[in-house]
């Protein structure tokens, strides 16, 4: 069996008057994140660490912000999109680990949630969905609460 591994990150900036999701679940907050798309930070790692896991560049260049087709787009369409993309170079999901860096609101109780999202989307079991959330102690953009942060490491396997 051949295996890659892939790194995706992702930032967006915390704005009023937006929705704010992550994970492809949406979050009750007073901000949410300002991106061509929907920016979901989470998914946004995610789908750049399969296409580097697969060689296939990033996220930008398949869904480049410049192309109004990907306007407001839900980031859970991108990923179902990315899923293919690798799949047509003979690669399937092994598991992700990610970590989302956001000093409020509180992530931990969404998780399980985005991990159901996340599995279903790409579809594998729910076991092979690492989701954690941290806080930067107030310290950068994520701490003053101007932004958020996401990492993501994959692992893919060729079929």
């Not at 790194?7 to 994140?33: S, T």
């Not at 798309?37 to 296409?51: N, Q, Y």
Request: glycine share 8%; aromatic share 6%.
């Amino acid at each position: 069996m051949k295996i890659r591994v892939g790194f995706g990150y992702d930032v967006h900036q915390l704005v009023p008057e937006r929705e704010l999701w992550i994970g492809g679940v949406h979050i009750a907050h007073e901000m949410g994140l300002l991106g061509h798309s929907d920016a979901d930070v989470l998914i946004h790692a995610i789908c750049d660490a399969l296409l580097g896991a697969a060689n296939m560049r990033d996220i930008g260049f398949h869904f480049p912000d410049k192309d109004p087709h990907f306007k407001n787009i839900d980031s859970k369409i991108l990923l179902q999109k990315t899923v293919e993309l690798i799949a047509e170079k003979g690669y399937k999901v092994g598991n992700v680990d990610a970590t989302v860096c956001a000093e409020r609101p509180k992530l931990n109780p969404h998780i399980p949630a985005m991990q159901q999202v996340l599995s279903d989307i790409m579809h594998i079991d729910l076991d092979e969905v690492s989701i954690k959330a941290t806080t930067t102690e107030k310290l950068g953009f994520t701490g003053r609460e101007e932004g958020i942060a996401a990492y993501a490491v994959v692992l893919i396997e060729k079929y």
